[in-house]
Nanobody, 126 residues
Framework: VQLQASGGGLVQPGGSLRLSCAASGRTLSRGTMGWFRQAPGKDREFVAAYRWSGGSKFYGDAVKDRFTISRNNAESTIYLQMNRLKPEDTATYYC????????????????????WGQGTQVTVSS
């Protein structure tokens, strides 16, 4: 499985970006897809996850009510719509996939994901 993240860039505070994560090698029709981010000098942080079983969505506390995860099964693509961006959202964003349908307590753990994309940089600055 190969994951290709894209859509990052420079945006002003309060602005929006949409990240995409395209998969090749297998279709994203099962398991769990996640978005994580990592700022310099900080640990990798959970952002959002989508579990195919039941279509459940999970969000980190820092992004709840501002970010939305969605999927396009036909294109094997996962999206992260980011609204009302803040300077503290600045980080490299990574998408990842797990072959398992992760439960709530597990989706936030990077170690539960099997494959990772290369990351896309998001910078929020005026």
């Amino acid at each position: 499985v190969q994951l290709q993240a894209s859509g990052g860039g420079l945006v002003q505070p309060g602005g929006s970006l949409r990240l995409s994560c395209a998969a090749s090698g297998r279709t994203l029709s099962r398991g769990t897809m996640g978005w994580f981010r990592q700022a310099p000098g900080k640990d990798r942080e959970f952002v959002a996850a989508y579990r195919w079983s039941g279509g459940s969505k999970f969000y980190g506390d820092a992004v709840k009510d501002r970010f939305t995860i969605s999927r396009n099964n036909a294109e094997s693509t996962i999206y992260l719509q980011m609204n009302r961006l803040k300077p503290e959202d600045t980080a490299t964003y990574y998408c990842a996939t797990s072959s398992l349908s992760l439960i709530m307590s597990e989706v936030k753990k990077p170690a539960r994901y099997n494959y990772w994309g290369q990351g896309t940089q998001v910078t929020v600055s005026s």
